[in-house]
């Protein structure tokens, strides 16, 4: 699996819905609220092995700037 | 289920949101009464000036009990105890902050033991797993406001629900336990009543506090039963001579010390005891007789016996943890060896009499139907959870339900059974549901097994709607819904004189009848209604 899929991945089970795409962003999936925000920063770190800041974690506001955050530490 | 939970942290993602509402972060100005159940989790804040933190933890006490006054009380409470997951001490004798802590924790403690519907729930218990670094999250806390790590999340709602498993009263009633090489270590008929392993040094020590344990399990209302190949004369006089045996005949509600099988045995047990194979455990040290019931006898449960001797306390932690604790302990459950001993000795009555009511005059039967009330509000739900063999419909209720009927008019009477061996407690319950100004429906009528066979229920079905009829009722519907396990009350509502009107294809039978007259009842029974 690659990287975009696994991230797509761990959004659908954070989420708790099968319907996450690339478009996926804070501002157009309900279920992206502030406090599964978290829990998906922490099941990225946990998952991939990375360690993310707080000011990293508040710019990841939609999948491709995951994406590139996460490209990043790795 | 809906649930309300007053909270001081973010724990949304440890207690999930599906059914959760929670309160402000220490608010307790809003009390909803329209969820099913209330849980309070607080965890102890990060402060550095400990005496501040102190007085804030020391007031969570009067806040709770706030609360607790203003929540329905026939709704169930859960409060988690208070861990401190950053105990910061800048001196090496601060301790306010952990008498606080402990205070608290005393005062939920009591709570759950004087008010019913509160249950106590051990928070250190998932903690004390992890080490500090794990536990606590900086990153996370000073981002959301939750000091316990959410990676933890995913082990945490596993172990909740465990705890909610327990609460909801899943668990076993009878555990069956070999006596060779189990209860002590040797062999009795080969090395004797004073060469068996059991008290003095290692290992036995370990079969002594082993013992112990089990001792205080039975008090909590588990049954204890032997099933041990061994003469019983010298597992009588092991009982009356070995000094260090704690666990002697009167701990044991039934035996079966012999060369049987322990197949055939445990069935025997299950039959004499009155209680489904499903609801024991078995322990014994042989492998070969663990396999044979596993194979023989599917629905018992048995796990493995440890290796050694100094692995029987973790092993006992663990089958308490798995199958037999529950979280409020009824008066009913204490007395419940007791009882299930006198069921043994009515049985020897029994045979002794030339008549069944001969037999019954001779008990000296006392019913006292009770109308439900907050008091045995908890003790009905539980009945309605755990009573499988005689329930006519097999309904199951929380203390909520229950509640909810009572307030929308419901009749709801519980009965209190003893006899000159003892007092069984609250034994029955029969739910009667108005349909229209003279017709009530029963939608539930169950008697624990405990109770069964001196026609109690009959009497106690009687009585209610003798009192019904006072009331004005004029009319009785009621249906008998099948299951695996109460085949013996199919024809209950026949026997009690209703007429049967349809029976559907799955068993199904509903019955109507009218309330012109009233039943007589045996007077072999003392029957109060208060």
Not at chain 2, 338 to 363: I, K, P, T
Request: a negative charge; proline letters at 3%.
């Amino acid at each position: 699996m690659n990287l975009e899929d696994r991230i797509l991945e761990i959004m659908r089970e954070v989420f708790g819905i099968d319907d996450v795409t690339t478009e996926v962003s804070q501002k157009n999936c309900d279920c992206w609220d502030s406090l599964r925000h978290l829990t998906l920063a922490s099941e990225l770190e946990e998952a991939l092995d990375i360690e993310l800041e707080p000011e990293e974690i508040a710019e990841m506001t939609d999948f491709a700037r995951v994406v590139e955050m996460v490209k990043s530490k790795l | 289920m809906t649930t309300f939970v007053f909270r001081n942290q973010t724990v949304e993602a440890f207690l999930g949101d599906s059914g959760m509402t929670f309160s402000g972060y220490g608010d307790i100005s809003r009390i909803p009464g329209d969820v099913d159940r209330y849980i309070w989790f607080y965890q102890v804040p990060v402060n550095a000036d400990s005496a501040q933190l102190a007085q804030e933890v020391t007031a969570y006490s009067d806040q709770l009990d706030l609360v607790l006054s203003a929540a329905d009380p026939s709704k169930p409470f859960i409060i988690f105890s208070l861990v401190n997951l950053f105990p910061l001490r800048l001196t090496g004798d601060e301790v306010a902050v952990a008498d606080a802590v402990s205070a608290f924790n005393d005062h939920a403690m009591r709570l759950s033991r004087e008010r019913a519907g509160v249950k106590w729930v051990d928070f250190g218990e998932f903690t004390s797993r992890y080490d500090a670094e794990t536990l606590v999250n900086w990153k996370y806390y000073l981002m959301s406001q939750t000091l316990l790590n959410p990676r933890l999340a995913r082990d945490f709602q596993a172990w909740w629900q465990r705890i909610e498993d327990e609460m909801a009263l899943k668990r076993k009633k009878c555990l069956v336990l070999d006596l060779d090489n189990t209860l002590w270590g040797g062999v009795l008929g080969e090395d004797g009543v004073d060469g068996i392993s059991l008290g003095g040094d290692y290992p036995g020590k370990a079969y002594y506090m082993w013992q112990k344990a089990l001792s205080q399990l039975s008090s909590t209302g588990v049954i204890l039963a032997v099933c041990s190949k061994n003469n019983e004369a010298d597992v009588q006089e092991a009982w009356d001579k070995n000094p260090s045996m704690v666990l002697k005949r009167e701990h044991f509600s039934a035996l079966r010390i012999n060369w049987n099988d322990k197949a055939t045995n445990l069935r025997e047990l299950a039959a004499e005891l009155n209680i489904g194979l499903d609801s024991m455990v078995f322990v014994d040290d042989n492998p070969a007789e663990r396999e044979l019931v596993k194979q023989m006898l599917p629905e018992v449960t048995v796990p493995d016996f440890p290796d050694k001797p100094y692995q029987l306390m973790p092993f006992f932690k663990q089958l308490v943890d798995r199958y037999f604790r529950i979280y409020a302990v009824t008066d009913e459950d204490r007395a419940k060896t007791a009882q299930y001993q006198a069921n043994a000795m009515r049985r020897a009555e029994q045979s002794r009499f030339v008549d069944f009511e001969d037999y019954l005059y001779s008990l000296d039967i006392s019913l006292d139907v009770i109308p439900a009330d907050e008091h045995n509000l908890p003790r009905i739900a539980q009945m309605t959870q755990k009573t499988n063999q005689f329930n006519l419909t097999t309904r199951r209720y929380t203390e909520a339900d229950v509640n909810g009927f009572l307030k929308s008019g419901w009749h709801i009477f519980c009965v209190n059974v003893s006899d000159r061996f003892g007092d069984s407690g609250i034994t029955g319950t029969m739910f009667l549901h108005p349909v229209d100004d003279v017709t009530l429906d029963i939608d539930t009528l169950l008697a624990s097994c405990r109770v069964l066979g001196k026609g109690i229920e009959e009497a106690f079905f009687k009585t209610v709607l003798n009192l019904m009829r006072l009331d004005g009722y004029r009319r009785v519907t009621a249906c008998y819904l099948p299951t695996a396990k109460n085949g013996q009350t199919a024809d209950f509502f026949d026997r009690m004189g209703m007429t049967c009107v349809t029976v559907d294809d799955d068993g199904t039978r509903r019955y109507e009848m009218s309330l012109d007259s009233v039943y007589e009842i045996k007077n072999c029974y003392n029957i109060r209604v208060l």
